[in-house]
Nanobody, 129 residues
Framework: QVQLVESGGGSVQTGGSLRLSCAAS????????MAWFRQAPGKEREGVAN????????YYVDSVKGRFSISLDNAKNTLFLQMNSLKPEDTAMYYC??????????????????????WGQGTQVTVSS
């Protein structure tokens, strides 16, 4: 059974940094894409960053470009999200997700929640002003 376990969340001040980790296990077939999503109270879950190593593609939502960086350590089966220059609007629960579809590496599908069939339990990020 697939398991995704996030860690690394916390509370920081504006301008601070955090590094989220997602440990993946239980796969019989490696996912085509892995991604980070976030959900703030009262808002829909949104895609933050996607990585597809087979295609060599990475996508970010516009609001985090230049500040966040997604990476994947295959040897450790761990996905990372380095978050710098954090803003109060980055406050949310952050989720790790994995997709097996072939199209998840395409721009239109990369950050769509319905492309992903495995999800972690989330880790909270709070940024204070």
């Amino acid at each position: 059974q697939v398991q995704l376990v996030e860690s690394g969340g916390g509370s920081v001040q504006t301008g601070g940094s955090l590094r989220l980790s997602c440990a993946a296990s239980g796969y019989t077939v490696s996912p085509n894409c892995m991604a980070w999503f976030r959900q703030a109270p009262g808002k829909e879950r949104e895609g933050v960053a996607n990585i597809n190593q087979r295609l060599g593609s990475i996508y970010y939502v516009d609001s985090v470009k230049g500040r966040f960086s997604i990476s994947l350590d295959n040897a450790k089966n761990t996905l990372f999200l380095q978050m710098n220059s954090l803003k109060p609007e980055d406050t949310a629960m952050y989720y790790c997700a994995a997709a097996q579809t072939l199209r998840c590496g395409q721009p239109w599908y990369a950050l769509r929640t319905d492309e992903y069939n495995s999800w972690g339990q989330g880790t909270q990020v709070t940024v204070s002003s």
